[in-house]
């Protein structure tokens, strides 16, 4: 959905702009464009290290193409692994390894098949799930920085366009369209910041809390396995999870 309220806005905007004489085309500078953009990315450069840049570049991917995580589906698979370890115990679930395609959940499963002590796969795990959620909130300042730095770049943008400009005060029929030029790097700014930079940042937020439950839901269940405790008793444990406590009390 994301950029799908980028074009509610940009239509919103342009629509604005013509309903009040405007042309779309006044919109469009490039120099306009480089100096906002490649001034922002340059700023939020100098403030991170590299290796955060390019994770940050990895993970727009998620804004395209939404992350796909079923509680539901992963409550009916922990299910099914604790019933196989009920009856043939963790070994049982070796055979499945190959099958998991999520690492944490595999990293987990394999730590139960060796035979590591639950307090030390909980500890891992738990580990593991926090220095996740530090990089993505690496990713969410350098798009909230980008979103401070735009709207400054976009008034650098403006006074140069305005230097311009005072050099056409002898030619009064290119003035006017020179200072228009101006302020488009000002909506630049303010635009790319307020539409995608700050809210890209805000989805980010989303779907760190998003995975933080997945993955601790996912090692909720991998405790209650070590603990031999049946599949339903993990069912009732993840319900808070799968909102299946919510569902039975809309149908009360």
Same mark, same amino acid.
């Given at each position: ?19 009040? =004489?405007?042309?779309? $085309? ?5 120099? !306009? /464009? ?9 700023? !939020?450069?100098?403030? /991170? +290290? ?8 990895? #993970? /727009?991917?998620?804004?395209?193409? +939404?992350? #796909?995580?079923?509680?539901?589906? #992963? ?27 999520? +690492? ?18 909980? %500890? ?5 799930? *926090? ?12 798009? %909230? ?8 770049? $976009? ?21 006017? =369209?020179?200072? !228009?030029?101006? /302020? ?14 700050? +809210?890209?940042?805000? #989805? ?21 396995? !070590? ?16 909102? %299946? &406590? &919510?569902?039975?009390? *809309?149908?009360?």
């Amino acid at each position: 959905m994301s950029f799908i309220g980028i074009i509610v806005a940009l239509i919103c905007i342009i629509g604005g702009n013509l309903l009040e =004489g405007g042309h779309p $085309g006044a919109l469009l500078n490039l120099p !306009a /464009f480089l100096i906002v953009i490649g001034a922002t990315f340059g700023a !939020a450069l100098t403030q /991170f +290290p590299f290796h955060v840049v390019i994770e940050a570049g990895k #993970r /727009f991917i998620w804004l395209i193409v +939404p992350l #796909r995580l079923d509680m539901q589906e #992963r409550s009916l698979l922990l299910q099914d692994m604790a019933s196989q370890a009920r009856k043939g115990g963790f070994l049982a679930l070796e055979e499945k390894l190959d099958s998991l395609d999520d +690492p944490f959940l595999k990293r987990g499963i394999a730590m139960l098949v060796d035979g590591f002590d639950k307090d030390y796969i909980l %500890e891992t795990l738990e580990q593991e799930i *926090e220095m996740e959620q530090e990089e993505i909130e690496h990713t969410v300042k350098f798009y %909230e920085a980008m979103g401070g730095y735009a709207p400054t770049m $976009g008034i650098v943008g403006a006074v140069l366009g305005l230097i311009h400009a005072m050099g056409l005060l002898d030619k009064p029929d290119e003035l006017g =369209g020179g200072i !228009a030029v101006a /302020f488009v790097a000002t909506i630049y700014g303010v635009a790319f910041a307020n539409l995608m930079f700050l +809210p890209f940042g805000n #989805r980010y937020k989303l779907f760190a809390s998003q995975i933080r439950n997945y993955k601790i839901m996912t090692l909720t269940g991998i405790v209650i396995i !070590a603990d031999g405790l049946s599949p339903q008793q993990l069912q009732i444990r993840l319900a808070a999870f799968t909102g %299946e &406590h &919510h569902d039975e009390k *809309e149908k009360a």
